[in-house]
């Protein structure tokens, strides 16, 4: 637990679709099962950069069920995470590994990724956003409390409702956020 004092604000970012480049099948998107596929999206680095000296904790909250599926080994996604660390200024990514039947707490939609953070880094959701691809990241960010940013990529099954933005890319999400923080 965090000590007391002032809350932070924070930029919950899904991992792939947001920051990396995922692989797409049939208009789906899915996570990169390989090293050599591993790659951040360009302008990945400075907009996360912008974010982080606006005064954000930059906080990646990824479903990772292909762990949990036995499709890809946790340290090759552990790798993948050190790798994202090196490259960004992110203070913490919080992963689940989960099967989708697991009826786990962590998994997005569910907020308990997003939960975790808020108490670990002292976080104020209210005053916090979520950023991904996915109904689940808009979800799960709703759920915590925060505004959210549904980063639009035309995935034939993605359609939330209820997302505060709607942006094509994490630029556009970083200039929405620093706008309206």
Do not use: W
């Not at 808020?118 to 925060?146: K, N, P, Q, T, Y």
């Not at 099954?157 to 970083?174: I, M, Q, R, T, Y």
Request: proline content about 5%.
């Amino acid at each position: 637990m965090v000590s007391a004092g002032p809350l932070e604000r924070a930029v919950f970012l899904d991992r792939d679709g947001v920051l990396t480049v995922p692989e797409f099948r049939d208009g789906r998107s899915f996570a990169p099962r390989r090293l050599e596929d591993f790659r951040l999206y360009d302008g990945a680095v400075d907009a996360v950069r912008l974010l982080k000296a606006g005064g954000f904790r930059l906080i990646v909250v990824t479903n990772q069920p292909d762990v949990g599926y036995g499709r890809i080994p946790l340290d090759t996604v552990e790798e993948m995470h050190r790798r994202l660390a090196d490259l960004l200024p992110i203070d913490s990514i919080e992963a689940c590994y989960h099967r989708h039947d697991e009826g786990c707490d962590c998994r997005k939609p569910k907020p308990g990724m997003l939960r975790r953070a808020e108490a670990r880094h002292g976080i104020d959701c209210a005053c916090s956003f979520m950023v991904g691809d996915r109904a689940s990241d808009v979800a799960a960010g709703r759920a915590a409390g925060c505004r959210t940013i549904f980063i639009d990529l035309g995935y034939r099954d993605e359609h939330p409702g209820g997302a505060d933005f709607v942006v094509k890319s994490l630029g556009e999400a970083a200039g929405i956020v620093l706008r309206e923080a």
